[in-house]
């Protein structure tokens, strides 16, 4: 009885092991992924739409609309690459600061808004650059809300 | 023998009784203040525009939390962590036992253009006195006035904690010889009207250089690398370089920075982040033209090459980055940061 006691804890300590140990690649590899996304896909777009919005870029509604579908493509994924140990410091190249896991809802929050506010700002390109300036201007509201609670950047 | 110990003992006491002359703190006089009604939509003003909230403002939670509880509620309480020490940033609102409820006008012009305290206590320069010293007399009139109509908060805050031997207060004096002379901003009669407010409001109540230019050994601001880049004051990493060089904003236009100021984006697709998230909230209530003439200041800044060097290992990793790829690697490729 014993024996059989110790077996199945061994197995059942296995089996938490296995689902929680994460190794440190699958961490790193985290951190890389999220940092693809801001730097090459919404960073881009986002400058794009500045570009346009300030008149360094001309208007253009496809362009632009499609800047915004890139950023909508980003959040639903994003929050999916923060495992518990990945804060800054934790990974190399982490911005990420300990309040994401501490109210790990909010941050899913904070990320539908972007999802919410790129859709707006890709439907108000349609309407014209008036619109979109203040559509754009909406979601980098939520870009900045973000980072100001979850991002700890290095002032370079 | 007799004679080298006096001659030494009399040595120690001139030393000392220069120290004493040296350190004495500098008042201002009563007739230093002009006539003036004081305004107060222009104390508040100056009160956005010198971000007395994101120091004196109760934090939120902990005493380093960068977010406060209520701009206008200036109990004090947050701390500082600094190379000399942890400072705990005063109470200023009205409240008379706590707070500075007891300063007359003159008490508070007194502090900010001679970084002295209405008991002759002489105030360390975290309270960037350095630069709010060069505000006009009105302007400080009216923040006065404006301060004094925030709610009072009884909130008693801790001594500072300074390791010896910044913790001689007294020693600030000399420092205060050097880099204090109470003067206000003198306008360039050859530039604009737009120039000069823009230097007004970077120099005086913006502060800008307390962070933005590299220090000396004593911790005074090295002028001819104004706004150069420096360390962070307040933990790792550096304060980007402001001038118009390729190393600063060389490659921004006016509109660039007026964007930055007003929205808080930056112009390769980030947004602002770090201590100057709330600085940008400040200046995005401020005027637009006063936007552009900080615009227009900077970008008529001498350009400047970085004060502070860029880390090696930052220099590492942009070999890396640009470093042919495909040779017998795993075929992954580096991603390329626009930074």
Known sequence: MQKLMLVICAVAGLATYATLAISAEDLAAAVKERRHLMKDIVG????????????????DAVKAAK?????????????????????????????????IWEDFDKFKATAAKLKDASAKAAGAAAQGKDAFTVAFSDMTKVCKECHESFREKEEK | MRRALLALLAL??????????LTVPVTLPASALPAHTPDLANGEYMFTAGGCAECHAAPAKKCDDKKTQDKTVLAG?????????????????????????????????????????????????AFPYPSYQR???EDLIDLKAYLDTLPAVKNEVPEHEIRFPFNIRRALGLWQKLYVDGKGFTADPKASAELNRGAYLV???????ECHSPRNLLGGIIASEAFAGARNPEGKGRIPNITPSDDGIGDWSKADIVD????????????????MAAVQDNMAKLTDE??????????????????VPKPEKTKDEDEKHTAPAGEGGNGEQEHDTPE
């Open chain 1, 44 to 59: 881009p777009a986002a400058k794009l739409g500045n570009q346009m919005v300030k008149g360094d870029v001309p208007f």
């Open chain 1, 67 to 99: 800047a915004m579908n890139d950023i909508n493509g980003v959040p639903d994924k994003y929050v999916t690459l923060f495992p518990k140990g990945t804060e800054k410091g934790a990974v190399p190249d982490s911005a990420a600061k300990p309040a």
């Open chain 2, 12 to 21: 120690v006491l001139a030393g000392a009784i220069l120290f004493y002359v």
């Open chain 2, 77 to 125: 309480g947050r701390c500082l962590k600094t190379p000399y020490g942890v400072f705990h940033v005063p109470n200023i609102s009205p409240d008379k036992e706590t707070g500075i409820g007891n300063w007359t006008t003159l008490d508070f012009v007194t502090a900010i253009k001679r970084g002295v305290a209405p008991d002759g206590e002489h105030l360390y320069p």
């Open chain 2, 135 to 137: 505000m006009t007399y």
């Open chain 2, 203 to 209: 120099q005086g109540p913006g502060h800008c250089g």
């Open chain 2, 260 to 275: 930055l100021l007003e929205t808080g984006n930056l112009p390769d697709g980030d947004v602002v982040g770090g201590t």
């Open chain 2, 290 to 307: 006063d936007r552009k003439a900080i615009a227009a200041y900077l970008k008529a800044l001498p350009p400047l090459p970085d004060a």
